[in-house]
């Protein structure tokens, strides 16, 4: 089985080593009286990921030739996309 040969266990950190809760934290924290919101979060406390694709990719099994798999993965990474873009200029897209 091929796979990542580092140790994926977690690293321990001592809760001491947190950092200290400043004007900052507070200014962008979001603030509620019970359960309602008052204020909502603001700024980096409030990561919502990669904008929504208009257009997102599906997942799909699809079955190729061990020598077209190598050849795609021997360019490094990235190499699903371009099998991606392939097809496209293959079908004209």
């Known amino acids: ?13 001592d809760p001491d080593d947190a950092p200290e809760l400043d004007e900052h934290f507070f200014a962008h924290a979001e603030f ?7 204020r909502p979060a603001t700024g ?12 997102p990719k599906q997942q799909v099994t699809l079955r ?3 020598a077209v798999l190598d050849g795609f993965r021997a360019t490094g990474p990235g190499w699903q996309s371009r099998i991606n873009a392939e097809l496209r200029k293959a079908l004209g897209l």
């Open 44 to 55: 980096t406390l409030t990561k919502v990921g990669r904008p929504k694709s208009d257009d």
């Open 32 to 38: 509620r009286i019970g359960g309602k919101v008052i």
């Open 64 to 66: 190729l030739d061990a």
């Open 1 to 13: 089985m091929t796979g990542k040969d580092h140790d994926t266990k977690p690293l321990w950190v």
